[in-house]
């Protein structure tokens, strides 16, 4: 059964970067778009940014656009995102799980991983 874990989350001050993993196991996300979600206190889970199955293209959401960075190790089954010049809103939950404007299928989320932005 498929399952991802994400990490690299914590709590870091405005302007403060952090650089995300999104590791799976039991299923290759080689031949898969993979995207990025975030899901804040009391919001509903929204798309952050996507890469393609190649790590050629990329897209980000226009808030988040020039401070983060998708990207992905095949060797390690693994989807990164870097984040940079992190804001008090970019505070939430991240999660990874198939790009839906390229997927169809949801694969089962994982925990997700904390990010706290102080100002």
């Known amino acids: 059964q498929v399952q991802l874990v994400e990490s690299g989350g914590g709590l870091v001050q405005a302007g403060g970067s952090l650089r995300l993993s999104c590791a799976a196991s039991g299923r290759s996300l080689d031949s898969y778009d993979m995207g990025w979600f975030r899901q804040a206190p009391g919001k509903e889970r929204e798309f952050v940014a996507s890469?393609?199955?190649?790590?050629?293209?990329?897209f980000y959401v226009d808030s988040v656009k020039g401070r983060f960075t998708i990207s992905r190790d095949k060797a390690k089954n693994t989807v990164y995102l870097q984040m940079n010049s992190l804001k008090p809103e970019d505070t939430a939950v991240y999660y990874c799980n198939f790009d839906p404007h390229r997927e169809s299928m949801v694969l089962p989320w994982g925990l997700g991983t904390q990010v706290t932005v102080s100002a």
């Open positions: 890469i393609s199955w190649r790590g050629v293209t990329s």
